[in-house]
């Protein structure tokens, strides 16, 4: 079936270095992603989305890479800060009849060392 | 604007029990998804509702189920709790059903 996955449970980084959270997904078909942040106790936060029929979105400290033929989405954070400090989640957008399915990958705790 | 608000942020509930939580959602989003979290499998889909009506399920059993109000309020409920169904339980709206979701703080649910 369709699955999106990531295979880093958690990543260390010292504060001011880059960052770069991975995801892999199966659905060749997903229409667009969105990469998500959950601090403690909050919900998922909307951090950026990429359609797929793009390779690379910049937003403010983050660039979002698509790389169609692998199957492979990053998340890379510029100047890692502790506030950046969550999980990070893929989310995989299936656009069908009107509606859309989306299906999360399992998550990756990004831990910034002071 | 508001965000999504859910209620309760907290609840402890014994086996056997049933439990409705709460859902507002953005104001002029119509559509409403659940989704169940848990350390173990992640975020899961529980169900979407749009102008009142469930568009999509999720593989859930018939405990949970949900409903949404004319002012796009939504409501889900578990019946007959069990232990597993203890998990952070959060809402998401968005303004139409292909647009992007934005999530609520969640109801941690506790099952003793």
């Known amino acids: 079936g369709e699955s999106v996955g990531l295979h880093l449970p958690t990543l260390s980084v010292q504060e001011g270095d880059n960052s770069i959270i991975n995801c892999a997904y199966s659905n060749s078909a997903s229409d667009y992603f969105i990469w998500y942040k959950q601090e403690s106790g909050k919900g998922p936060q909307f951090i950026i989305d990429?359609?797929?029929?793009?390779d690379k979105r910049q937003g403010q400290r983050v660039t979002v890479l698509l790389n169609k033929t692998v199957k492979h989405l990053s998340l890379q954070i510029a100047a890692t800060q502790p506030g950046d400090s969550a999980v990070y989640f893929c989310?995989?957008?299936?656009?069908?009849?009107?509606?859309?399915?989306?299906?999360f990958g399992t998550g990756t705790k990004l831990q910034v060392i002071p | 604007k508001a965000g999504v608000t859910q209620t309760p942020r907290y609840l402890i509930k014994t086996r056997g029990q049933q439990v409705t939580l709460s859902c507002s959602p953005i104001?002029?989003?119509?559509?409403v998804s659940w989704y169940q979290q848990t350390p173990g499998q992640g975020l899961q889909f529980l169900f979407e509702y749009f102008s009142e009506t469930q568009r999509n399920k999720g593989n859930f059993p018939g405990r949970f189920s949900g409903r949404q109000f004319s002012n796009s309020r939504s409501e889900m409920n578990v019946s007959t709790l069990e232990l597993g169904d203890s998990a952070l339980y959060l809402c998401?709206?968005?303004?139409?059903?292909?647009?992007?979701?934005?999530f609520g703080p969640g109801t941690r649910l506790l099952v003793l």
């Open positions: 104001s002029g989003h119509r559509s």
């Open positions: 989310a995989e957008i299936l656009l069908s009849g009107g509606y859309q399915k989306v299906t």
């Open positions: 998401a709206s968005n303004p139409l059903a292909q647009e992007t979701q934005y």
């Open positions: 990429i359609r797929s029929n793009m």
